[in-house]
């Protein structure tokens, strides 16, 4: 446990319930140490020590995930109809300091999200000097006309209502109508905006990897904690050959 958190605000901050809610389950004794042994809410222990009902405890602050997101989610906690957080545990929601998507997917673009509870590690993440890529794989209503790998190379590109140009970006072409692109920068509605921009309009959208990490074997719709060995995957990402921005 981190600091030295009484176990009655410890469980309520890991999303168990209100105070008044945790305390029952205290009251309860439904709140033990790995022996067996009841806890009560003033005692301060360490989180791997604590079972709920025999259960080990969500993991500790600083938690690193990522979900497979479906298309049809929404990257919000409040807002209307289906929320990227109904595919992770209802107490995840609850808990403070709160767990957030890293960035956001449009509604109707699928793959990877990281979501931390970790602000420091978020930012490190997002901060456009962290240069870690982001690679999408694009379906497209039109064929590509064969100079968007130049114009979106370029750091000139524009998008409309900005006044920054783009950060180079690479585009590798798979066929006609579908395409990879690697950003290094994370602005609204990105990718659809660079095509739109080259007169083209994005369908299917898919997120295949961010650093060095990629979804691997991990089902739509499901979530994975992060490991240590994935923060370094995610912080060491292969050099695209086509380079990366300079600054
Ligand atoms: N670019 C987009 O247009 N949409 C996303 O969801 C992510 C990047």
Same mark, same amino acid.
């Given at each position: 446990?981190?600091g ?40 301060v ?48 929601r609850l ?6 998507? $890293? #960035?956001? !997917?449009? @509604?109707?673009?699928s *793959?990877? &999200? ?5 602000? %420091?590690?978020?930012h =490190? ?19 590509l ?26 585009l ?29 309009h $994005? #369908?299917a !959208?898919? @997120?295949?990897?961010? *650093?060095? &990490? ?5 089902? %739509?719709?499901?979530? =994975? ?23």
């Amino acid at each position: 446990m981190s600091g030295k958190v009484k176990l009655l605000r410890y469980l309520a901050n890991l999303g168990y319930g209100s105070r008044r809610e945790v305390l029952g389950l205290l009251a309860d004794g439904r709140v033990t140490d790995a022996q067996g042994e009841r806890l009560y809410g003033d005692d301060v222990c360490q989180h791997d020590d604590i079972r709920i009902d025999g259960e080990v405890l969500d993991p500790a602050p600083g938690l690193l995930l990522m979900l497979n997101k479906p298309t049809g989610y929404t990257c919000s906690s409040k807002d209307q109809g289906r929320l990227v957080y109904d595919l992770l545990p209802r107490r995840f929601r609850l808990r403070s300091p709160l767990l957030s998507s $890293v #960035g956001r !997917l449009d @509604r109707d673009t699928s *793959g990877l &999200l990281l979501f931390t509870d970790d602000g %420091q590690l978020l930012h =490190r993440i997002i901060a456009p000097k962290s240069h870690l890529p982001k690679v999408y794989l694009a379906e497209l209503a039109r064929d590509l006309r064969g100079d968007e790998a130049e114009v979106f190379a370029s750091g000139t590109l524009l998008l409309e209502r900005e006044t920054r140009p783009l950060l180079p970006a690479v585009l590798d072409v798979l066929s006609p109508r579908q395409a990879r692109l690697t950003l290094y920068e994370g602005r609204y509605h990105q990718v659809r905006r660079m095509f739109a921009a080259v007169g083209n309009h $994005v #369908g299917a !959208l898919h @997120r295949e990897r961010v *650093g060095g &990490l990629d979804l691997g074997e991990l089902p %739509q719709g499901q979530w =994975r904690l992060l490991q240590q060995s994935d923060l370094k995957r995610l912080f060491s990402p292969a050099v695209h050959p086509s380079a990366m921005p300079s600054g």
